[in-house]
């Protein structure tokens, strides 16, 4: 009588972030959001070329506004992510393959975090090619940029696309979390500058408006405190409780 003795060996974190990484670009949404950021991307460098002034053909100038797009548009990649696992039927698989939901969603926050300094990446890589060639056409051509702009641009990128998970794994639904995405923070910053009462509070948990020094040189002590208590409540609140929901719900 032989017996055999079967052990379930636990996949590597390293590897399973890799996974999720790949899974991004393997369903069509996400394969044609991803082209069209890069587009979009090459699309800002083409505008100054085209119709900026020669002293804003800048290293700095084309990195600053190409990040634009990705921040914009990374985020619902960031929400295909997690909704995916249940609009296209997959979670039973996942789940299955690696029982322990927590590792999984952490992966895809690494995963997020990855593409966003991909991006970001991407971005200074595409800014130095419109850079020379701007230099070629009478532009400016300076290379100089500040150093806080660089991981300023990747904490930027990096904040909305986990933003986009934390929306994702809350919801569980893709139009709903996508449209909430976008329309609550906007009608947050609608209500901030209309209703006076509510101006103070806006400064604080407006996540545009605290994330726009981060466009910025030079951040100050008092725009980091408002940009960490906008984050805990626009990011890692729907992330907490987003996980909450994925540990708990059911697959079928």
């Given at each position: 009588?032989?017996t055999t003795t079967?052990?379930?060996?636990s996949?590597?974190f390293?590897?399973?972030?890799?996974v999720?990484?790949?899974k991004?670009?393997?369903?069509?949404?996400?394969?044609w959001?991803?082209?069209?950021?890069g587009?979009?991307?090459?699309?800002?460098?083409a505008?100054i070329?085209?119709?900026?002034?020669?002293?804003e053909?800048?290293?700095?100038g084309?990195?600053?506004?190409?990040?634009?797009?990705?921040a914009v548009?990374?985020?619902?990649l960031?929400?295909?992510?997690v909704t995916?696992?249940w609009?296209?039927?997959?979670a039973?698989s996942?789940?299955?393959?690696?029982p322990a939901?927590?590792?999984?969603l952490v992966?895809?926050?690494g995963a997020?975090?990855?593409?966003?300094i991909?991006a970001t990446?991407?971005?200074?890589l595409l800014s130095?090619?419109a850079n020379v060639?701007?230099?070629g056409?009478?532009?400016?051509g300076s290379?100089h940029?500040?150093?806080s702009l660089?991981?300023?641009?990747?904490?930027l990128?990096?904040?909305?696309v986990?933003?986009g998970?934390g929306f994702?794994?809350?919801?569980?639904?893709?139009p709903?979390?996508?449209?909430?995405?976008f329309?609550l923070?906007m009608?947050?910053?609608l209500l901030g500058?209309?209703?006076?009462g509510?101006?103070?509070?806006s400064?604080?948990l407006?996540i545009?408006?605290t994330?726009?020094?981060?466009?910025e040189?030079g951040?100050?002590s008092g725009?980091?405190?408002?940009?960490?208590?906008?984050?805990?409540?626009?990011?890692?609140?729907?992330?907490?409780?987003?996980a909450?929901?994925?540990l708990?719900?059911?697959?079928?």
């Amino acid at each position: 009588m032989t017996t055999t003795t079967m052990t379930r060996t636990s996949l590597p974190f390293s590897r399973l972030t890799w996974v999720e990484l790949r899974k991004l670009a393997d369903t069509r949404a996400g394969f044609w959001l991803l082209l069209v950021i890069g587009l979009a991307t090459a699309g800002t460098s083409a505008i100054i070329l085209g119709w900026s002034e020669d002293s804003e053909m800048t290293f700095q100038g084309f990195f600053s506004f190409g990040l634009l797009p990705s921040a914009v548009l990374l985020p619902v990649l960031g929400v295909l992510s997690v909704t995916s696992e249940w609009s296209q039927r997959t979670a039973l698989s996942t789940f299955t393959l690696v029982p322990a939901r927590g590792r999984v969603l952490v992966a895809k926050i690494g995963a997020g975090a990855l593409i966003a300094i991909a991006a970001t990446v991407a971005t200074a890589l595409l800014s130095a090619v419109a850079n020379v060639i701007g230099r070629g056409i009478g532009g400016d051509g300076s290379w100089h940029v500040d150093g806080s702009l660089v991981w300023q641009g990747l904490l930027l990128e990096v904040i909305f696309v986990l933003m986009g998970v934390g929306f994702g794994a809350l919801l569980q639904n893709t139009p709903l979390a996508i449209v909430l995405y976008f329309a609550l923070p906007m009608v947050w910053s609608l209500l901030g500058s209309m209703i006076k009462g509510l101006h103070q509070a806006s400064e604080w948990l407006d996540i545009n408006v605290t994330t726009t020094p981060l466009s910025e040189i030079g951040m100050t002590s008092g725009e980091y405190a408002r940009l960490g208590v906008s984050v805990a409540v626009w990011v890692l609140l729907p992330l907490a409780a987003g996980a909450v929901r994925v540990l708990r719900r059911e697959v079928s």
